[in-house]
């Protein structure tokens, strides 16, 4: 089955290797939304197990180009997970608390506890597109602690076209119930389209880990590229599945183990009434 | 003049090495009373630039064993400086929150941002020290704490925080001796608890914690120091020392931003000063 492309440690990424047009030869549209409707029930259900087991949290980093569809992911992949046990964080310019602090401040304050999913929509890799060189490695540590304290770390590249990323905004502009989204700044960053597929081209070579690893999601057609996040997304979670049900059994067991105790204890008064009676 | 003994980066600590009872020939407790008298001052002075320059930020970590005397130091060395710009945090047993994090995620949430001075009565070191002793979380998790601590750090001295960890080194006959006066004296049987005689027990365990973690986490931007504790006195006064010292280097870079961002504020002023000027004399002379 066709995942995400994996970029495996210490590879070197370039972009214009990747086709944001791909689209395995078995799938087609109509076949896509049975499965992401088949794939987003199962992922309800891994959450389910994930947040009872209470051991493992899951992190999903999603980054892209503007428009490349990170809101749209969101809504049609996560569609069945129970928002109780699901954040979604997006972070904006740091106010000046925030900037007053190193970069990952803000970030590891709502990394995700035991048993919850957090996603982040943009991340600290904001920080590496636009600002420094040694960050990548203090993202590498910090992910790494993360992940030694049982964080599933998954971190999604949504890459679309320049031409795509053209035709988005333009049906923005003609669409008036989508006039909401734009904004002057798209047209203006895109004059940075270069750059900025070169600073990520850096970051998914350098912050790519066995522990932590990126995935390009060729992102042209949204319904494939929401059925590759769901795949991946599914795929990496199903191999945990049995752990966490073997915890549950084990918890259950402890417990019931425990009440019948506490029956014992409290059995003892029942059986002396008839005596004092007596 | 003698400061603490700072632990030099990948050097291997024995503490029975540092002598307690350690003080130097030119100190003496009337001497070191006025000279500390001078440090509060002074630190008192270096904090407020610290705060204005805002641009550095200040953590100090201080650790050691129980009656050593961490509380006392803050009280005694700190005591000039600004409140508003000090935060001093304690990091008791973990809520099930912070448990359901990784070890630094309650730690980083803390840390002091520009111009603040933040001290951690006891730190994050805890997670490799009682954690370690009492076998809290199996030795391969404790293990590779140190990495992440120093990557931590790493992060928060990039970052333009100056950190000093300070290791209030006791001996183990001078820690009886304060525990039973705790005992005795009635104004003080308050701070008394049965732990810290049950903690006692464990004292060799802690040395040996406390020299992995000196060992493996003093870094040239984190350096470890080592205190001898035993006078109280001297402890303050080493303290208050080493600090200032450590401060005393940015005093220039710090008066010269606040000097640089004067004249910037007073240009913007002669600006709209001049606009000002000729909005008058337009309007005077359209009338």
């Avoid at chain 1, 590879?11 to 030869?25: A, E, G, I, R």
């Avoid at chain 2, 990039?158 to 005795?184: F, G, V």
Wanted: hydrophobic share 35%; net charge neutral.
């Amino acid at each position: 089955m066709q995942l995400a492309w994996r970029v495996d440690e210490g590879s070197k990424v370039k972009l214009k290797d990747y086709d944001p047009d791909f689209v395995d030869k078995y799938t087609d549209r109509a076949l896509a939304s049975a499965e992401i409707e088949k794939l987003s029930e199962e992922l309800g259900e891994l959450q389910q197990l994930l947040a009872a087991a209470q051991h493992h949290s899951l992190l999903i980093v999603l980054q892209g180009m503007d428009t490349s569809g990170k809101d749209g992911t969101i809504r049609h992949v996560m569609a069945q997970v129970n928002p109780l046990g699901c954040e979604v964080r997006s972070f904006k310019g740091p106010t000046s608390r925030e900037q007053g602090r190193d970069f990952l401040w803000r970030i590891h304050r709502v990394v995700p506890g035991r048993g919850m999913i957090s996603i982040f929509n943009r991340s600290h890799y904001e920080d590496v597109l636009v600002v420094w060189r040694r960050r990548y490695a203090a993202i590498n540590d910090f992910e790494r602690l993360l992940s030694q304290n049982d964080t599933i770390i998954l971190k999604f590249y949504l890459h679309i076209s320049y031409e795509e990323q053209e035709k988005r905004l333009l049906a923005r502009q003609v669409d008036r119930t989508k006039a909401w989204k734009l904004s002057s700044a798209d047209w203006a960053e895109r004059k940075y389209w270069n750059d900025y597929q070169q600073a990520y081209g850096d970051a998914l070579s350098k912050c790519s880990t066995d522990e932590a690893p990126w995935y390009i999601v060729p992102a042209n057609r949204k319904w494939y590229r929401s059925l590759l996040v769901a795949r991946t997304l599914v795929s990496t979670l199903r191999p945990y599945k049995k752990e966490w049900q073997a915890k549950l059994v084990k918890r259950g067991e402890q417990e019931l183990a425990r009440i019948e105790k506490l029956q014992q204890v409290g059995d003892n008064p029942v059986e002396a009434k008839p005596l004092l009676r007596g | 003049m003698q400061l603490a003994w700072k632990v030099e980066a990948g050097s291997n600590v024995k503490l029975r090495d540092y002598d307690p009872d350690y003080v130097d020939e030119h100190s003496d407790p009337a001497l070191a009373r006025a000279e500390l008298e001078q440090l509060g001052k002074e630190l008192g002075e270096l904090q407020e630039l610290l705060a204005a320059a805002h641009h550095h930020s200040l953590l100090v970590v201080l650790q050691g064993m129980d009656t050593s005397g961490k509380a006392d130091t803050i009280h005694q060395v700190l005591s000039r400086v600004n409140p508003q710009g000090c935060e001093v945090r304690s990091f008791k047993v973990p809520t099930s929150r912070e448990l359901d994090h990784d070890f630094l995620w309650r730690v980083h949430r803390v840390t002091p941002g520009r111009g603040v001075i933040g001290i951690f009565n006891r730190s994050h070191y805890e997670e490799v020290l009682v954690v370690r002793v009492h076998n809290m979380v199996p030795q391969e998790a404790w293990s590779r704490r140190y990495a992440a601590i120093n990557d931590f750090e790493r992060l928060l001295a990039q970052n333009d925080m100056i950190i000093l960890k300070l290791y209030l080194h006791m001996s183990y006959e001078e820690q009886e001796k304060r525990l039973l006066a705790q005992q005795k004296n009635q104004a003080d049987a308050w701070k008394v608890t049965t732990a810290d005689w049950a903690e006692r027990k464990y004292w060799d365990d802690y040395l040996q914690a406390y020299e992995e973690a000196l060992s493996r986490c003093s870094t040239d931007e984190a350096p470890w120091y080592i205190v001898p504790a035993n006078q109280r006195w001297y402890r303050n006064l080493l303290v208050a020392r080493t600090l200032v010292s450590t401060l005393r280097p940015y005093k220039d870079e710090w008066e010269a931003q606040l000097v640089e961002r004067g004249e910037r504020e007073l240009l913007l002023l002669a600006q709209l000063g001049h606009l000002e000027q000729s909005g008058n004399r337009k309007n005077k002379s359209s009338k």
